[in-house]
């Protein structure tokens, strides 16, 4: 899914055909790689399953869990037993009867280990299932949870559209996905667009008839487009426009997706970056407000949490930009300067830094650290990846040393995936024992002010440790156009409220 | 950069610094340029800008600050800038009171609702501060307190570091000056170890009692009660000057409304409604603001190009209107109001355009709208400045944890 980096006439051209009456258009930077719940990664994979599924339970415009796919969900008196009933006379978008034997399949595939999904932990709660009937299926859980209903937010999936089992990432569901959503898929475009057209059975009218995603590689574009009216929404602006946009007044703007940030991480199985020390020489390497100021304004940062969060420490400063501290780390580490670079058993420290190619102003982050690191001894060789690539290399063969990248989270701000050692998106191997206690202590205590106390110490061992070079949360913010009205975005998912949208 | 001449040499040099130079590209359209403003204040300067340096010559330091929202510090002056910052800071108070109310009932509620019974110190922390709310209400209704109420009762128990801060507290409101408690409050009132950390409880009284302290009447004649504020008229100040601190400068605004010919927001909880005034109120200015600084007139250009007097005056308005369906229980439009109000050149800083009370209210209008975690967000530009903030934060925190304690948290990358 190659996309222009550089827009050409003619791509403008076609960006700039009139929207079909009622069709919203809005820009990723890259088009999603897979279409499938169970695989999804990114951002941009998360909005497109937010169109096409829904899941027996979703949030409400005040985010209260209230009942979607399905109609009730009863406790039994232990609470260790969850009888969930489907809402009478739901589709799939080919059609076909929407059944607890669905329900049942998703619980089923999401836990089998075959199917490798990167969601498996949103259902490892479930003992086992079993179907009813039609309308009714049992979740019998590991353990009584009197709040078990708040769980049920994961993607329904159609068990007739899977062509094999166990199901694989691989598998045709990826291009021709079947869902219970707002929309259906209508077809890919050539240009790495995305059309969905509105779900004719959908329980309620929908306000607008189209939505395609355009993949817009070049962020610098995407607020030209909204301003020339080829698009009428951009998921995330540039902070640098935003004050553009603001004057234009045809646009509103929403914060959103304001809990990620950006980082720098390690691959601790690749030496020397198992060395602390060599990490942490790094760290003082690198100057990261220096690193910020060209793309935009935002908040640095010295652990994994917003400044806003309840659970950033903020006892704990950002690593100091010293490079006095950072030659007395790389000599504790055994390294020596030999000429320009810092060497060691006679090879110069070299570092390739990996980017994902579509992560909004990497190439002037990667560029402007390859500088400070190279001023400071360090041989930096830089690569971007596309989405095939950063899936392969990164995630599954962990082949790397240093990954600039970003994570987003939703408000709970959970960071066990990425710090455990068994988390599911901790691809660089990183792992602490107290750190993992203290996580599993997190995710067990009921108490909020132990709870911050947790993580607010791992925010300091994981910052001690580094793992990551965490740099910074970006001023976030998504840009609707005012042709669309009673626009509501979801701080994570954005489009879980797109049935109450109306063009005008 | 040009001197302004209005500030003499009084703190001008961080002034600008500060001020943003507007590109007034706008939307290019051939909107006809409105005379309603001509009648006011704003008219009055692009008559003749010159009047600005007299209308601020009594305070000149104070009305710096008070141009940059730097409402502690002006607040501090013996002038009608000083009595105008005072009177805004504590506008702002009462509105963080409300949130801390707010935040206790739900951290109560919650805990309730999701078998996560609050600590014990914690639920006496709550007792205190709902005691102290209800003391106000009757202290406001003329109320005496009903002998032997639990609450009362459970007040009378306090611990005696406790008993000492609220007698502190009560000195405080009786002689209108928070003096030594503005120190006091960033440090926790309770502290009890974890396993990983204390648990650490704050004042419950502060904002309740910067609140009252610094409440006063606003000026109501003369150039510099109006210079800075959403009031356009003198005759709208006066009318304002009475009005309720619930909705400060409504009236203001409402008025600036009818002036522009632009319909008050219908009495519903609609934020679509807010969009759409918010259009008609641009197309209403854009042209004014264009038309004043096409004229070229350097004193003009500082006054309407680098102080940015229309943009902040527009954003007072949106901020009453906000506070004002905040007050008539419309939160959701509330949050429209404000989010449309702030200036995106600096989306979190407080600024000569961002009063501070715009983010008090999107994370007021945030939290009572389920939205915990964004309310932190929202109110972040002011906590992250403002030591005394830290007992609200981490309540609003306990809040936003509890709301989200079952739920399956969710990451991506990108």
């Given at each position: 899914?190659?996309?222009?980096?550089?827009?050409?006439?003619l791509?403008?051209?076609a960006?700039?055909?009139p929207?079909?009456?009622?069709?919203l258009?809005y820009?990723e930077?890259?088009?999603?790689?897979?279409?499938n719940?169970?695989?999804?990664?990114?951002?941009?994979?998360a909005?497109?399953?937010?169109?096409?599924f829904g899941?027996?339970?979703a949030?409400d415009?005040?985010?209260?869990a209230?009942?979607?796919?399905?109609?009730s969900a009863t406790?039994n008196?232990?609470?260790?037993?969850l009888?969930i009933?489907?809402?009478?006379?739901?589709?799939?978008?080919?059609?076909?009867?929407l059944?607890?034997r669905?329900v049942?399949?998703?619980v089923?595939?999401l836990?089998?280990?075959?199917?490798?999904s990167?969601e498996?932990g949103?259902?490892?709660w479930?003992q086992s299932?079993?179907v009813?009937?039609?309308r009714e299926?049992?979740?019998?859980l590991?353990?009584?949870?009197?709040?078990?209903i708040?769980?049920?937010?994961f993607?329904?999936?159609?068990?007739h559209a899977?062509?094999?089992r166990?199901?694989t990432?691989a598998d045709?569901?990826r291009?021709k996905?079947v869902g219970?959503?707002?929309?259906?898929l209508a077809r890919f475009g050539?240009?790495n667009?995305?059309?969905f057209a509105a779900?004719?059975s959908?329980?309620k009218?929908?306000?607008v008839?189209?939505?395609?995603?355009?993949?817009?590689s070049?962020?610098s574009?995407q607020?030209?487009?909204l301003?020339y009216e080829?698009?009428?929404?951009?998921v995330r602006v540039?902070?640098?426009?935003?004050?553009?946009?603001?004057k234009?007044?045809?646009?509103?703007l929403y914060p959103y997706q304001?809990?990620?940030w950006?980082?720098i991480?390690?691959?601790?199985?690749?030496?020397?970056?198992d060395?602390?020390?060599v990490?942490?020489?790094?760290?003082?390497?690198?100057?990261?407000?220096?690193l910020?100021?060209?793309i935009g304004?935002g908040q640095?940062?010295?652990g994994p949490?917003?400044?806003?969060s309840?659970?950033?420490?903020?006892d704990?400063?950002?690593?100091?930009?010293?490079?006095g501290r950072?030659?007395?780390?790389?000599k504790?580490?055994?390294?020596?300067?030999?000429?320009?670079?810092?060497?060691?058993?006679?090879?110069?420290?070299?570092v390739?830094?990996?980017a994902h190619?579509?992560?909004?102003s990497a190439?002037e982050?990667?560029?402007n650290l390859q500088s400070q690191?190279?001023?400071?001894?360090?041989?930096v060789?830089?690569?971007?990846?596309?989405?095939?690539?950063?899936k392969?290399r990164?995630?599954?063969?962990?082949?790397?040393?240093?990954?600039?990248a970003q994570?987003?989270?939703?408000r709970n701000?959970?960071?066990?995936?990425?710090?455990?050692?068994?988390?599911a998106?901790?691809?660089?191997?990183?792992?602490?024992?107290e750190?993992?206690?203290?996580?599993?202590s997190?995710?067990a205590?009921?108490d909020?002010?132990?709870?911050?106390?947790?993580?607010?110490?791992?925010h300091?061992l994981v910052?001690e440790d580094?793992p990551?070079i965490?740099?910074?949360?970006l001023d976030?913010?998504s840009?609707?156009?005012?042709?669309?009205?009673d626009?509501?975005?979801?701080p994570?998912?954005?489009?879980?409220?797109?049935?109450?949208w109306?063009?005008q | 950069m040009?001197?302004?001449?209005w500030?003499g040499?009084?703190?001008w040099a961080?002034?600008l610094?500060?001020?943003?130079?507007s590109?007034?590209d706008g939307?290019?359209?051939?909107a006809?340029?409105?005379t309603?403003l001509?009648e006011?204040?704003l008219?009055e300067?692009?008559?003749?800008?010159?009047?600005?340096?007299a209308?601020?010559?009594?305070?000149?330091?104070?009305f710096?600050?008070?141009?940059?929202?730097?409402l502690?510090e002006?607040?501090t002056r013996?002038?009608v800038?000083?009595?105008r910052?005072?009177?805004e800071?504590?506008?702002?108070?009462?509105?963080l009171t409300r949130?801390?109310d707010l935040?206790?009932?739900?951290v109560i509620?919650e805990?309730?609702?999701?078998?996560?019974?609050?600590?014990p110190?914690?639920l006496?922390?709550?007792?205190?501060?709902?005691?102290?709310?209800k003391?106000r209400?009757r202290?406001?209704?003329?109320?005496?307190?009903a002998?032997?109420?639990?609450l009362?009762?459970a007040f009378m128990e306090a611990t005696?570091?406790?008993?000492?801060?609220?007698?502190?507290?009560r000195?405080?409101r009786?002689?209108r000056d928070?003096g030594?408690l503005?120190?006091?409050?960033?440090?926790?009132?309770?502290?009890?170890?974890?396993?990983n950390g204390?648990?650490?409880?704050y004042?419950p009284?502060f904002?309740?009692?910067v609140a009252?302290?610094?409440?006063?009447?606003?000026p109501a004649?003369?150039p510099?009660?109006?210079?800075?504020?959403g009031?356009l008229?003198?005759?709208d100040?006066?009318?304002e000057?009475?009005?309720?601190?619930d909705?400060p400068e409504?009236?203001c605004?409402?008025a600036?409304?009818a002036?522009?010919g632009i319909?008050?927001p219908?009495?519903?909880d609609?934020?679509?409604?807010a969009?759409?005034l918010?259009?008609?109120?641009?197309?209403a200015l854009?042209p004014?603001t264009?038309a004043?600084?096409a004229?070229g007139?350097p004193a003009i250009?500082?006054?309407f190009?680098?102080?940015r007097?229309?943009e902040?005056?527009r954003?007072?308005?949106?901020?009453?209107?906000a506070r004002a369906?905040?007050?008539?229980d419309?939160p959701?439009r509330a949050l429209t109001f404000?989010r449309?109000?702030v200036?995106?050149?600096?989306p979190?800083e407080?600024?000569?355009?961002n009063h501070?009370?715009?983010f008090?209210?999107?994370?007021e209008?945030?939290?009572?709208?389920?939205?915990h975690?964004e309310a932190?967000?929202?109110?972040?530009?002011v906590?992250l400045?403002?030591?005394d903030l830290i007992?609200?934060?981490?309540?609003?925190?306990d809040?936003?944890?509890l709301?989200?304690l079952?739920r399956h948290?969710?990451s991506?990358?990108?």
């Amino acid at each position: 899914m190659s996309s222009a980096r550089v827009m050409t006439p003619l791509l403008l051209a076609a960006l700039a055909a009139p929207a079909l009456a009622g069709s919203l258009r809005y820009a990723e930077d890259s088009a999603p790689a897979i279409v499938n719940p169970l695989y999804s990664t990114t951002m941009a994979e998360a909005r497109v399953n937010e169109l096409l599924f829904g899941g027996l339970y979703a949030d409400d415009r005040d985010l209260r869990a209230t009942p979607l796919i399905a109609e009730s969900a009863t406790l039994n008196a232990t609470a260790d037993e969850l009888r969930i009933t489907v809402r009478p006379g739901l589709t799939w978008h080919d059609g076909k009867p929407l059944t607890a034997r669905d329900v049942a399949f998703t619980v089923e595939t999401l836990q089998d280990p075959k199917t490798l999904s990167t969601e498996a932990g949103r259902v490892d709660w479930v003992q086992s299932v079993s179907v009813v009937n039609d309308r009714e299926l049992v979740l019998k859980l590991k353990r009584p949870d009197p709040q078990a209903i708040d769980k049920l937010f994961f993607k329904i999936l159609p068990a007739h559209a899977f062509a094999s089992r166990p199901v694989t990432r691989a598998d045709p569901f990826r291009t021709k996905p079947v869902g219970s959503g707002p929309y259906r898929l209508a077809r890919f475009g050539d240009d790495n667009s995305i059309t969905f057209a509105a779900n004719p059975s959908y329980p309620k009218p929908l306000g607008v008839s189209e939505i395609v995603m355009r993949e817009v590689s070049d962020k610098s574009y995407q607020a030209k487009l909204l301003l020339y009216e080829s698009l009428e929404a951009l998921v995330r602006v540039l902070p640098r426009d935003l004050a553009v946009l603001q004057k234009s007044r045809k646009v509103e703007l929403y914060p959103y997706q304001t809990n990620s940030w950006w980082y720098i991480g390690f691959n601790l199985n690749a030496a020397p970056f198992d060395d602390e020390r060599v990490r942490q020489a790094l760290a003082c390497m690198t100057d990261v407000p220096s690193l910020l100021a060209p793309i935009g304004t935002g908040q640095t940062l010295s652990g994994p949490f917003v400044r806003s969060s309840p659970y950033y420490n903020h006892d704990v400063p950002p690593w100091p930009h010293d490079e006095g501290r950072a030659a007395e780390l790389m000599k504790s580490a055994g390294f020596t300067k030999v000429g320009e670079y810092w060497s060691r058993d006679g090879q110069a420290l070299t570092v390739t830094v990996s980017a994902h190619k579509t992560l909004e102003s990497a190439q002037e982050v990667v560029i402007n650290l390859q500088s400070q690191w190279r001023a400071a001894g360090v041989k930096v060789d830089v690569e971007f990846l596309d989405e095939a690539a950063w899936k392969a290399r990164i995630w599954k063969q962990h082949d790397y040393d240093v990954v600039l990248a970003q994570w987003s989270f939703d408000r709970n701000e959970d960071v066990r995936e990425q710090l455990h050692s068994t988390g599911a998106r901790n691809f660089g191997s990183y792992k602490n024992a107290e750190v993992d206690a203290l996580l599993d202590s997190a995710r067990a205590s009921r108490d909020p002010a132990a709870r911050k106390a947790d993580l607010r110490k791992v925010h300091a061992l994981v910052h001690e440790d580094a793992p990551m070079i965490f740099l910074w949360s970006l001023d976030s913010y998504s840009a609707v156009s005012t042709k669309v009205r009673d626009v509501v975005v979801h701080p994570f998912a954005y489009f879980s409220f797109v049935s109450d949208w109306k063009m005008q | 950069m040009r001197s302004p001449r209005w500030l003499g040499s009084c703190g001008w040099a961080t002034l600008l610094t500060l001020c943003a130079c507007s590109g007034g590209d706008g939307d290019g359209g051939a909107a006809p340029v409105t005379t309603a403003l001509d009648e006011t204040w704003l008219g009055e300067l692009r008559a003749d800008p010159s009047r600005f340096t007299a209308w601020v010559a009594s305070d000149r330091e104070g009305f710096v600050l008070l141009q940059q929202h730097r409402l502690e510090e002006a607040a501090t002056r013996d002038s009608v800038a000083g009595l105008r910052a005072r009177r805004e800071l504590s506008a702002l108070y009462a509105q963080l009171t409300r949130l801390q109310d707010l935040a206790y009932d739900g951290v109560i509620a919650e805990s309730s609702a999701r078998n996560a019974p609050p600590s014990p110190a914690f639920l006496y922390f709550s007792v205190l501060a709902i005691q102290d709310r209800k003391e106000r209400e009757r202290a406001a209704a003329d109320e005496r307190p009903a002998e032997g109420e639990p609450l009362t009762a459970a007040f009378m128990e306090a611990t005696e570091p406790v008993r000492q801060r609220y007698a502190a507290h009560r000195a405080a409101r009786d002689a209108r000056d928070v003096g030594a408690l503005w120190g006091l409050a960033a440090t926790p009132l309770w502290t009890e170890p974890l396993p990983n950390g204390e648990r650490r409880l704050y004042d419950p009284f502060f904002y309740r009692t910067v609140a009252l302290s610094l409440a006063v009447d606003a000026p109501a004649e003369g150039p510099e009660a109006l210079v800075f504020s959403g009031c356009l008229t003198a005759a709208d100040a006066q009318a304002e000057a009475k009005a309720s601190m619930d909705t400060p400068e409504l009236g203001c605004a409402l008025a600036a409304l009818a002036r522009l010919g632009i319909a008050p927001p219908p009495e519903v909880d609609d934020p679509q409604s807010a969009s759409d005034l918010v259009v008609s109120l641009d197309a209403a200015l854009d042209p004014w603001t264009r038309a004043t600084l096409a004229a070229g007139d350097p004193a003009i250009a500082e006054l309407f190009g680098d102080l940015r007097l229309v943009e902040r005056t527009r954003a007072r308005w949106l901020l009453a209107l906000a506070r004002a369906d905040l007050h008539h229980d419309r939160p959701r439009r509330a949050l429209t109001f404000a989010r449309l109000a702030v200036d995106l050149s600096t989306p979190r800083e407080v600024s000569p355009v961002n009063h501070p009370a715009l983010f008090g209210t999107m994370a007021e209008a945030q939290a009572r709208t389920g939205y915990h975690r964004e309310a932190l967000d929202a109110l972040a530009p002011v906590s992250l400045h403002r030591p005394d903030l830290i007992g609200l934060t981490e309540l609003l925190g306990d809040w936003a944890i509890l709301v989200g304690l079952d739920r399956h948290g969710e990451s991506k990358e990108n």
